[in-house]
């Protein structure tokens, strides 16, 4: 008596297709009608969307500055003394109208430190629509009179422009008009005099390189001796022109004497 016995399945995984190949399963979120494929694409598409839009305004922010649509309204100066505020603009070269992103700050600044009343400049934009310049002038403490004019010597020595004297410059005469050292020492000597006073002295008259004397508004005379000591001896200075005397001695100046 002989059994017949049926063929055996192939062992392996469950679920397998016809012919012994694995069966497809749908991934996960996703059903047999692919309905979750398509929410992935429409995800995909939607932030390509809101990407290009983001460019598009990055691109226009951009681009913006550099069109008619941010022009510059108004030029603001600011530290101006000497200088008329016109003057500055017109050095600045900056024109209104002229879209905010082609400004050429450094041009600007270097042309207004051209003029010869300005010691430095800044300029710098200002948003959306104005650009602000910032200058700092030369102060004038004293001046040298010589063929081709009058000299003005800021602070520190130097001379910077030919012009009409402000108020307040003081005039150095004697050997400091041809001996550098010696009129860097009239110089100091005018720097320290206070603003307070500073008006009522007409000149520094330098009679040797340790021998400068002030003349005053009043043609009194005050002997300031070498230029060293000064702030005490601008000090002294203040206290005599209260008193009585026409000529002043603060060569020592704890020591005043009045003639």
Known sequence: MSTIYGAQAPRGRGHEGQGGEPAE??????NPNGEGAGAARGKRRRALTVAAALLVVAT??????????????????EGTSH????????????????????????????????IPWVKSATVKRHWPSSVDVEVVEHVAVAYVEQGD????????GREFTVDAPPPGAIKIAGEAVGD???RADAVAV?????????????????????????????DRTV????????ANKALALETVLQRE???????????????
């Open 25 to 30: 399963r749908p991934a996960q979120g996703e």
């Open 60 to 77: 226009a922010a951009a681009v913006m500055p550099f069109t008619p649509a941010l022009p510059v309204k108004g030029i603001d100066v």
């Open 83 to 114: 200088l008329s505020p016109e003057e500055v603009r017109s050095a600045a070269g900056v024109a209104e109208g002229t879209p905010m992103g082609r400004v050429d700050v450094g041009a600007a600044a270097a042309g207004v430190a051209g």
């Open 149 to 156: 004019g009058t000299h003005l010597i800021d602070p520190e």
């Open 180 to 182: 550098e050292a010696v």
């Open 190 to 218: 005018a720097t320290s005099i206070s603003e307070r006073v500073r008006g009522q002295v007409m000149s520094i008259e330098a009679k040797g390189n340790h021998n400068f004397v002030l003349k005053l508004a009043d």
């Open 223 to 230: 002997v300031w001796g070498a230029a060293e000591d000064n």
């Open 245 to 259: 005397g026409r000529e002043f001695n603060v060569t020592n100046p704890e020591l005043v004497t009045v003639r």
